[in-house]
Each structure stands twice: as structure tokens, then as C-alpha cells.
């Protein structure tokens, strides 16, 4: 059974930064994509940024030249590090671990709050 664990989530004033992290266990991770993907109150999940196993990297045009996806095979980690933050990137975040003809996981979510 793959879990995935994330953290680093908080209340942060418009123009902060916060890094989110996330753990995976099992030996899953370097062959995976791993990904960020966001949920707003009253809206639909969405992609934030992937990142391959071959080292591309994908991001949401909201978030391009704020946000940079990074991943630590050696941790089994992946992280998100979200600079310039607004008021629209308030949202839960979740972590997800995908390989295609292989199940699916997701972490469990991690709040995010841009707020003065």
C-alpha cells in the first residue's frame, strides 16, 4: 500500500512564500509522475504541476514563474515551492502519484491560505 503524506501548508500574507512537501513510502516514486494539484471552495480540483519521472516538468498558466515542482527520488519527496503567493491560490493541496496502467494515489491534503 503507497501513502502519500504532505505538509507545509499555513496561513500566508499575499506576495509570501511556503514550501509544500510530500512523502511517499514504498519504491513507487522514481518511476512515477508526481504532482500537485489544487481545491478551491466551490470549485473543481486542478492540476498546479507535475513532474516526470524523466525529469519534465508541467505547470498550470496561473501558477508559471511562481511555482517550481521539484522532487528528491533519493527522499521519496516531492516538493512545491510557491512564491508571489495570492489570494487565489487559497486552496487545499494534495499530492498525487500517477504511472500509467498503474492505480492512482493521492495525499491527504494541505491547506494553503493567502490572506491579509
Known amino acids: 500500500q503507497v501513502q502519500l503524506v504532505g505538509s507545509g501548508g499555513g496561513l500566508v500574507q499575499p506576495g509570501g512564500s511556503l514550501r509544500l512537501s510530500c512523502a511517499a513510502s514504498?519504491?513507487?516514486?522514481?518511476?512515477?509522475?508526481m504532482g500537485w494539484y489544487r481545491q478551491a471552495p466551490g470549485k473543481q480540483r486542478e492540476l498546479v504541476a507535475t513532474?516526470?519521472?524523466?525529469?519534465?516538468?508541467n505547470y498550470a498558466d496561473s501558477v508559471k514563474g511562481r511555482f517550481t515542482i521539484s522532487r528528491d527520488n533519493a527522499k521519496n519527496t516531492v516538493y512545491l515551492q510557491m512564491n508571489s503567493l495570492k489570494p487565489e491560490d487559497t486552496a487545499v493541496y494534495y499530492c498525487?502519484?500517477?504511472?500509467?496502467?498503474?492505480?492512482?494515489?493521492w495525499g491527504q491534503g494541505t491547506q494553503v491560505t493567502v490572506s491579509s
Open positions: 514504498g519504491s513507487i516514486f522514481s518511476s512515477y509522475t
Open positions: 498525487n502519484a500517477a504511472k500509467i496502467l498503474f492505480p492512482t494515489y
Open positions: 513532474s516526470t519521472s524523466g525529469g519534465s516538468r
